[in-house]
């Protein structure tokens, strides 16, 4: 690993790097916060995929570009004479000590869940900070993300279950609720305004249900986005199997029968068990 002060010096060369490509490069001179937001939303993806991978290669390349469009967004600060990446860098290490008075001051901390419950309501005194519990959520999180978010800072402040099994009457009771809305609108709903109705109040109700898992993983200390991407790719394998399946047979995936699918399914689930 590299000493301090060759990771300041690495750091230094990619300003530098940075500076000559927005003087000489029409593309990077080109550049805006606007143009740039979808690569970086991309990147950000590309490199969640190698941290569920688990792929240090790619992790280490993907945190490259990330940190490419962070320089960059100070580049384009700095030129227009509001802030540049010292900026950056001093006002995220202000709230990192502000944010750990037990490391950096006098408080007495102990454990991380005595740092997590002090969390939110440190942040809440900061100057320019989040004037309230909720309002450090980000209006564009994914929906799932924004869901497990919202749950864990309301419990940082002590609106949570009392025992973290209370939470399955809530999740049956939500399931039920949903399973009603369901089939009215598809048994009772007659009319089209009737039907609309059935199914926004079904869409609703279907939120409700996911609201209460995702509480409920959050209770048993389960990510629920990590847990879905990793039922994702569980199925995109065992599909690709079932599809590799009917190609030696000669077969497009659609002449298969939900016999045969199901059967290459069952033996995906074994031979793929590890993988």
């Given amino acids: 690993m590299h000493s ?3 990771k300041k010096e ?98 007495k901390l102990d454990t991380a869940s005595e740092v997590r419950q002090t969390w939110e309501q440190i942040k809440t005194k900061e100057k320019d900070g989040n004037k309230t519990v909720l309002s450090g959520v980000p209006d564009a999180l994914p929906s799932l993300v924004k869901a497990y978010r919202i749950q864990d800072k309301a419990r940082n402040v002590g609106f949570d279950w009392e025992e973290r099994t209370d939470v399955w009457k809530k999740v049956k009771e939500e399931i039920g609720e949903f399973e009603e809305e369901v089939e009215r609108l598809y048994s009772n709903a007659e009319t089209e305004a009737a039907k609309e109705q059935a199914q926004k109040k079904a869409t609703e109700e279907f939120g409700d249900v996911m609201f209460s898992l995702i509480n409920a993983a959050r209770l048993y200390k389960i990510n629920p986005d990590n847990a879905l991407e990793h039922t994702n790719q569980k199925f995109i394998k065992r599909f690709n199997y079932v599809e590799a399946k009917a190609k030696e047979q000669g077969k497009a995936l659609k002449d298969l029968t939900l016999e045969e699918m199901d059967r290459y399914w069952n033996e995906a689930k074994v031979s793929l068990l590890d993988t």
């Fill in 4 to 6: 301090i002060q060759e």
């Fill in 10 to 107: 690495a750091f230094g060369r990619l300003l530098d790097v940075m500076d000559t490509l927005r003087e000489k490069c029409p593309w990077d001179r080109k550049q805006t916060n606007e143009s740039l937001r979808p690569n970086t939303i991309e990147e950000t993806y590309e490199l969640c995929d190698a941290l569920m991978k688990d792929d240090n290669l790619n992790i280490c390349k993907e945190l490259g570009d990330v940190l490419l469009h962070i320089v960059f967004y100070s580049k384009i600060g700095e030129e227009k004479g509001e802030f540049d990446v010292a900026d950056v860098c001093n006002k995220l290490c202000d709230k990192l000590i502000f944010r750990h008075p037990h490391v950096y001051g006098e408080m």
